[in-house]
């Protein structure tokens, strides 16, 4: 029962307090003697049932060998404590001060109680102290030729790279996270053990479609300048694989004299209807100016892009339990409200699908993920359009390279967005992919 406040001052409280232990020789009747406005003598662990104060301090003292007692123990403060110990004793019975914050148990001496508090327990006896194989403790280790002595410290579990044998070498468990080593390089024989060996690098991603893009037999036409717009959420607002691209196509044989106009319409922790819309609360469309309140189907119309690709699904996946929303939405809105609407302006356009949300191999959001990447893939079937499948790249780029199963840094910065060289070259090449299966649709 947690106790109401009324109103009384803590002043007039202590000072109440302060007079009934001077004035009694029983220290734990007077503590139960003031109850304020509790309307049981005692609660919790133990005597909620006491008739009185006497009553109370008699089954106090039998409960758990508990000699102090307090209203309530804090649940929250210590989930699962039933034991009274003073550590516990958040609300005590002078000492409360309002029922929503528990006073610190190194303010507990002030106010004239500083006898309540009991001091620390004392150490336990050294193990030496024992003197028989019977009286040495648990805590101790006992042997004929040293007596009852201190144990020594467990040996740490054995890692991937602690095999005795070449062929063994990099099975087991968890090297330098816990986790099982998802790659076979993990660990190497050096002639004579087996040892871990951190990685110094990652691969960088193909980047063959990249190259076709900008090389000398690239498709983009030399008539006519070629605008292509990228929209997507905070991967593609950081212009960082659009960026990639746009270099190549500067320094590219076959690019370097065109003129391909790159757009990044990036809606910061946008899902799939705020890119509809144009905007979430973090973003909006035109990402690099003011805000201009415009909506796709707006962009697409004002910007009149050769070529559209859409990215689009990590947020969706975040923020499906707050808002609703599921992958029969997600489907419908990409359809109807994104794909069909640059087809129709006369633009020629492709898919990307979800990534990662994390890079752990063994990550528990891949079954959420795939459903994601397949409800996108069945979209872009339905109305034939190229459909890149970023989420099996990106899987077999981890399960290949993910030794160590960490959380980012290989594709990703932190399980997300594409801050590394590799992480960049993965898009911008899917990305070049798409480009190219969208000129030859």
């Not at 403060?77 to 528990?102: M, Q, R, V």
């Not at 991967?235 to 196509?249: C, F, K, Q």
């Amino acid at each position: 029962q947690v106790l109401k406040s009324t109103g009384i001052s803590i002043m007039w409280l202590l000072a109440s307090a302060v007079a009934v232990l001077s004035g009694s020789t029983n220290e734990c009747f007077s503590k139960v003697g003031i109850q304020l406005n509790n309307t049981d003598y005692a609660d919790s662990d133990g005597p909620r049932t006491a008739a009185n104060a006497s009553d109370c301090c008699n089954l106090c003292i039998s409960a758990r060998n508990c000699q102090y007692w307090s209203f309530q123990i804090d649940s929250e403060h210590y989930p699962g404590i039933t034991d009274c110990k003073w550590a516990h004793l958040t609300y005590c019975c002078y000492f409360h001060t309002t029922n929503e914050s528990a006073v610190p148990r190194n303010e507990w001496t002030s106010g004239g109680f500083t006898g309540i508090k009991p001091g620390p327990p004392p150490p336990p006896p050294p193990c030496d102290t024992f003197k028989s194989k019977s009286t040495c403790p648990e805590r101790c280790a006992w042997s004929d030729d040293k007596g009852c002595t201190v144990p020594p410290p467990p040996p740490p579990p054995p890692g991937p790279c602690a095999a005795a044998t070449e062929a063994q070498c990099g099975v087991g468990i968890g090297p330098y996270t816990g986790q099982r080593v998802f790659c076979a390089d993990a660990c190497q024989w050096n002639g004579t053990s087996c040892v871990g060996r951190m990685p110094t690098g990652y691969p960088i991603p193909d980047n063959s479609s990249l190259v076709a893009l900008v090389g000398s037999g690239t498709p983009l036409p030399k008539s006519k300048n070629t605008t292509i717009s990228f929209y997507g959420d905070s991967i593609t607002w950081l212009n960082l694989y659009e960026g990639v691209i746009a270099a190549a196509l500067k320094e590219g044989a076959g690019t370097q004299d065109l003129n391909v106009n790159l757009i990044d319409q990036g809606v910061n922790g946008g899902t799939v209807t705020d890119l509809v819309r144009g905007w979430s609360p973090w973003g909006h469309l035109d990402p690099h100016v003011p805000q201009t309140n415009i909506t796709f189907a707006q962009t697409i119309s004002r910007d009149k892009p050769d070529i559209v690709a859409i990215q689009i699904g990590v947020n969706d996946v975040w923020q499906q339990p707050s808002r609703g929303e599921n992958t029969s939405v997600y489907s419908q809105v990409l359809r109807d409200d994104l794909v069909k609407v640059a087809l129709a302006a006369g633009a020629k356009v492709y898919l990307a699908t979800i990534s990662v949300i994390g890079e752990e191999v063994n990550a528990t959001n891949h079954a959420q993920l795939l459903e994601y990447a397949n409800a996108m893939k069945s979209v872009a079937q339905e109305v034939g359009v190229p459909c890149i499948d970023l989420l099996t790249r990106y899987l077999a780029y981890e399960s290949a390279n993910n030794c160590l199963n960490v959380h980012g840094g290989l594709l990703t910065g932190s399980g997300v967005h594409p801050y590394t060289t590799q992480g960049k070259m993965m898009l911008a090449n899917a990305h070049s992919e798409g480009i190219l299966a969208a000129l030859k649709a």
